[in-house]
Structures are given as structure tokens and as C-alpha cells.
């Protein structure tokens, strides 16, 4: 899917995309985000959090690093990448390098692989999608795609989002739409799928982002939140 939206991309940027991807930024930006997130259901519940490093490059693209901490404290889920013999709880961290890449304003692409350590020792490969659309309409869309495989229990999962610019002002955005957790491995009776409506809130001052997820699925009623804060620098 992401190597389709790629393709599609390529063709409406053109040489634009090109010169993104060949210019050097200059001045240079390190962008640093803190995030956390946790899920729960009646059959699952984790948190992880941690810290992505971004050094520009070009204008279109980046290099990334991610250190992450995950913390799964009864069953197992979407993003789980062990099948544990016991119920838990489990802990282990998380190590990712990768690029992120801007083929026209107000797309992205990130692309990461790393390993973990502790109870779960999983190599690990991602692809993030995040594309604004309508941007000079009063209220945007924002179409986001995030997709994991996790090597040692050959899980594979898909997180997507369509959310609006419901409210704009110039202290915070207000943002709502509906979201989908879509997983499965040979373990799995079929694919795994949940979902539900979903509202985020951007405050600009702060560059802090809140999420909250709410819905029906394989895990019968569930709950997300998250949070994610950005520390910019010039060089």
C-alpha cells in the first residue's frame, strides 16, 4: 500500500519532488518528539513511550532515530511482537533508524527497522504515511497509514486515520474522523480488526498533539490515547 501511494506521489510532483529531494536545507533543523501511548480492552493493555530524533538533510529528506520503551500488561494485541507462554507482564525497549522522506508539502513518508531488547527480541520494520488534502479549504483532511511487522512472531499490523480540521483557531486545532486497528499472523483466527471515531487536539504554542480513540472490535470495546510533543532547532 505504501509503495502505491509512493508511486501515485512521483507522478503528481514531478521535478518539484526532485528538487525537495536534491536541495540541501539550508539552515539544517533537529526536530525532537516525545510521545506515549496507551490502549486498553477487557483482553489487552499496554503503554509505550519514548523519544524520535529528525536531522534534516534536504528539503525532502531526513534521517530518524527512535528509542522506544513498551510495557504490555495483560494478554497480547496489535502490537505485540512476542506470543508469550504466560499472561504477563512483559517489558523490553526498542532501537530504529531510518528516513523520513517530504515528496511534496504536506506529505510524508518515514520508513524504520530496529530490534528489541528484553522479553522480546524482535526484529522489527515500519512504514509511517501522512498526507494533508483540501489544505486551502477552511477544513482539511488529513489521511494518516502506519504499518508494523514484527519478525519473531511474524505479526503484521496496519493503524489508519481520516480525521478533518474540524476548528482552527491560533492558540489549537480541533480534529475528528474515524480510525481503524487492523492485525494478524499465522496465530490469529483471521484478521484482527477494530474501530472506531477519534478526536485530536493541537495546540500550537506548545507544539503538543492529544488523541483519543474509542471503539468496537476483536477486543470488543477498546480505548486509546496518546500524546506527542515537538522541540525544534535551527542550525
Request: no cysteine; hydrophobic share 40%; proline share 3%.
Amino acid at each position: 500500500m505504501l509503495a502505491a501511494l509512493i508511486l501515485t506521489l512521483a507522478g503528481r510532483a514531478g521535478a518539484g519532488m526532485l528538487s525537495n529531494f536534491l536541495e540541501i536545507e539550508e539552515p539544517g533543523h533537529l526536530t525532537l518528539s516525545v510521545f506515549g501511548i496507551g490502549f486498553g480492552s477487557e483482553s489487552y493493555g499496554a503503554t509505550h513511550g519514548g523519544f524520535e530524533l529528525e536531522q534534516s538533510v534536504t528539503r525532502g529528506f531526513g534521517l530518524v532515530a527512535r528509542l522506544e520503551a513498551y510495557q504490555s500488561y495483560m494478554g497480547t494485541g496489535y502490537d505485540t511482537p512476542i506470543t508469550p507462554a504466560t499472561n504477563g507482564p512483559f517489558f523490553w525497549g526498542r532501537f530504529e533508524g531510518g528516513i523520513d522522506l517530504t515528496p511534496i508539502d504536506g506529505t510524508h513518508l518515514t520508513f524504520v527497522g530496529g530490534n528489541d531488547v528484553g522479553d522480546s527480541h524482535s526484529q522489527v520494520i515500519e512504514g509511517n504515511f501522512s498526507s494533508w488534502m483540501n489544505i486551502h479549504d477552511a477544513h482539511p483532511v488529513n489521511l494518516s497509514i502506519s504499518s508494523s511487522h514484527y519478525f519473531e512472531n511474524d505479526l503484521t499490523n496496519g493503524l489508519i486515520d481520516v480525521r478533518v480540521i474540524a476548528l482552527s483557531t491560533a492558540k489549537l486545532m480541533l480534529l475528528a474522523g474515524a480510525g481503524a486497528i487492523i492485525w494478524g499472523n499465522a496465530n490469529t483466527p483471521g484478521v484482527q480488526v477494530q474501530g472506531g471515531p477519534d478526536l485530536g487536539l493541537y495546540f500550537r504554542d506548545w507544539k503538543l498533539r492529544v488523541d483519543v480513540q474509542g471503539g468496537y472490535g476483536i477486543d470488543n470495546e477498546y480505548g486509546l490515547v496518546a500524546f506527542s510533543r515537538s522541540f525544534d532547532w535551527v542550525e
